[in-house]
């Protein structure tokens, strides 16, 4: 079945620090989506990329979708401590059916 | 609050008894998921809904798991003979399959299922 992975696991910045993280799907996608988990809270829809090699951002967030349509990143310029979190990818087949989310990874910001 | 609600949010249990967890979508949304998450870990897809149709279940459930969506509104979420390996959060969300939206999931804030 439909795997996705996440590097890395666990990064721990410090406030300002750039931060990247980077989703590989096993098989091709129609789309991505991302989220964002606060500790103690659910997932919290982020954004969603469809087209091959599109690139969004959202301030001081870069989303961007591979040409091959198997990966993804994430990357956020100057971090603040109110990033924390889990950031997670999900990966949808055809039809915006079920998404697959990714393992995640935790960011720690320090002040 | 037209959000997505889930009860109960906690639940504990001893092995071998059965839990029902209840889901109520928001309320145009025609798709309904049920993910499994545990500690550090990401979303486990289990099943989900267009309407009251289950379109895919996950082959990791077993046939304790059974989830309902009678009349295309609310959900419930069943384990029978629960295992202390089904300790989780299930989290519900919901969807809009229709043409100009995104997917985007909105999910509930989660039933926490404790298995003694």
């Known amino acids: 079945g439909q795997q996705v992975m996440q590097i890395p696991q666990y990064q721990h910045v410090q406030e300002g620090e750039d931060f990247t993280t980077y989703c590989n799907s096993s098989?091709?996608?129609?789309?991505i989506q991302w989220y964002k988990q606060r500790p103690g809270g659910h997932p919290v829809f982020l954004i969603q990329?469809?087209?091959?090699?599109e690139v969004k951002k959202q301030k001081r967030l870069t989303f961007q979708f591979g040409e091959a349509k198997k990966n993804s990143s994430l990357h956020i310029t100057a971090t603040q401590t109110t990033d924390v979190g889990t950031y997670f990818c999900?990966?949808?087949?055809?039809?915006?059916?079920?998404?697959?989310f990714g393992t995640g990874t935790r960011l720690l910001v320090s002040p | 609050d037209t959000g997505v609600s889930q009860n109960p949010r906690h639940k504990i249990t001893k092995r071998g008894q059965n839990v029902t967890f209840r889901c109520d979508p928001i309320?145009?949304?025609?798709?309904l998921y049920w993910y499994r998450q545990t500690l550090g870990q990401g979303p486990e897809f289990l099943t989900y809904?267009?309407?009251?149709?289950?379109?895919?279940k996950s082959r990791l459930l077993s046939d304790r798991f059974s989830a309902e969506r009678p009349k295309g509104s609310f959900s419930t979420l069943e384990i029978q003979r629960t295992e202390q390996g089904d300790s989780a959060m299930y989290l519900c969300?919901?969807?809009?399959?229709?043409?100009?939206?995104?997917?985007?999931?909105?999910f509930g804030e989660g039933s926490r299922l404790t298995v003694l």
């Open positions: 969300a919901s969807s809009s399959a229709r043409l100009g939206n995104t997917g985007e999931l909105f």
């Open positions: 098989t091709t996608l129609s789309n």
């Open positions: 990329l469809v087209k091959s090699g």
């Open positions: 999900a990966g949808g087949g055809t039809g915006f059916q079920k998404l697959v």
């Open positions: 309320s145009e949304h025609n798709r």
């Open positions: 809904f267009q309407n009251e149709a289950q379109l895919e």
